[in-house]
Nanobody
Framework: VQLQASGGGLGQAGGSLRLSCAAS????????MGWFRQAPGKEREFVAA????????DYVDSVKGRFTISRDNAKNTVALQMNSLKPEDTAVYYC??????????????????WGQGTQVTVSS
């Protein structure tokens, strides 16, 4: 699966941004999809994941209630709606295809394909 992320940019604290990830390849719908982020000087951090069917979703505690992950298997896309943004959300965001069909896996090594990353900057 090849992934192309888009939609990053500059947002204000309390505002919203939406990230999208387009996937190529017939196997997209078989795998869970996730979003990670990496701030300068920090390790890549799991943000959210959605199972192959969309029935199961997993979020890191820091974004629960603010971010929403979704997928459209007919269009081979996955999205991350980010609301109530905080300056600490500033990072490069990556979409990734899991090696598994279900959620519950949060380590970067659990994901086999990665998009190129898109910068999200939140001003206070």
């Amino acid at each position: 699966v090849q992934l192309q992320a888009s939609g990053g940019g500059l947002g204000q604290a309390g505002g919203s941004l939406r990230l999208s990830c387009a996937a190529s390849g017939r196997t997209f719908s078989r795998y869970a999809m996730g979003w990670f982020r990496q701030a300068p000087g920090k390790e890549r951090e799991f943000v959210a994941a959605i199972s192959w069917s969309g029935d199961n979703i997993d979020y890191v505690d820091s974004v629960k209630g603010r971010f929403t992950i979704s997928r459209d298997n007919a269009k081979n896309t996955v999205a991350l709606q980010m609301n109530s943004l905080k300056p600490e959300d500033t990072a490069v965001y990556y979409c990734a295809a899991s090696k598994y069909s279900i959620t519950g896996y949060r380590q970067p090594d659990d994901f086999g394909s990665w998009g190129q990353g898109t910068q999200v900057t939140v001003s206070s």
